[in-house]
């Protein structure tokens, strides 16, 4: 069962504007939270991450949004660039005893 | 450090051939899981390691996949017989702690005819 799930299978954004992924999660025992990018032929990168103390993580243009209550978090990339196209997972853990656990992926084109 | 070091990159085999993939961690990782990539299920996690002890092997689909890890620079995930729902991209990743940062390799393309 799909714990962790992102429902936009692709997304295309203008160059410059904001990409918006989404991610929404099951388990309530979920309590760190992680952005994969992931280029064709290469393993997933790590890009961002976020503990459930927090609403919020910034890293450059790169930012991660927790809604505890919803259960639903997302990243944010302003501004998109071309660079920026790729596969991006959200996942999900807890140090009570799960490994990280994907999402299917979304699929972002940025376009000049 | 190289990274995560993954071999073959590509694997084509028969249906019923043996298949064995192989994988290196950074160093000092304590930590090696084994995913699989594929449309339908996305990454799912097949089994991981800590300290060369497997932990949690419930993702392995069935008796017909084995891993091992016979040493802390060295593991293995071995299909015997393989079937063509086996076909694709396998990835191994490191880690220091169990739920934190994931440090993946390239991936094994597989496909079985």
């Known amino acids: 069962d799909q714990q962790v799930k992102q429902n936009s299978p692709s997304l295309s954004v203008q160059e410059g504007r904001i990409s918006i992924l989404n991610c929404d999660y099951t388990?309530?025992?979920?309590?760190?939270f992680l952005w994969y990018k992931k280029y064709p032929a290469e393993g997933p990168t790590f890009l961002i991450s976020i503990s459930s103390i927090k609403d919020k993580n910034e890293d450059g243009r790169f930012t991660v949004f927790l809604n505890k209550s919803a259960k639903h978090l997302s990243l944010h990339i302003v501004p998109s660039q071309p660079g920026d196209s790729a596969v991006y997972f959200c996942a999900a853990t807890s140090n009570s005893g799960y490994a990280l656990n994907f999402g299917k992926g979304t699929s972002l084109l940025v376009t000049p | 450090d190289a990274g995560v070091i993954q071999s073959p990159r590509h694997e084509v085999t028969e249906m019923g051939q043996e298949v064995t993939l192989r994988c290196k961690p950074i160093?000092?990782?304590?930590?090696l899981f084994w995913y699989r990539q594929t449309m339908m299920r996305g990454l799912e996690l097949l089994i991981y390691?800590?300290?060369?002890?497997?932990?949690?092997d419930s993702g392995m689909p069935e008796d017909r996949f084995s891993a091992k890890m016979p040493n802390a620079s060295f593991s293995t995930l071995k299909i015997q017989p393989s079937e063509p729902r086996d076909s694709a991209v396998y990835f191994c990743a490191s880690s220091i702690i169990r739920g934190d940062e994931q440090f993946f390799g390239p991936g094994t393309r597989l496909t079985v005819l």
């Open positions: 160093s000092g990782h304590d930590y």
């Open positions: 390691f800590n300290n060369n002890v497997p932990i949690d």
């Open positions: 388990n309530s025992m979920f309590d760190y």
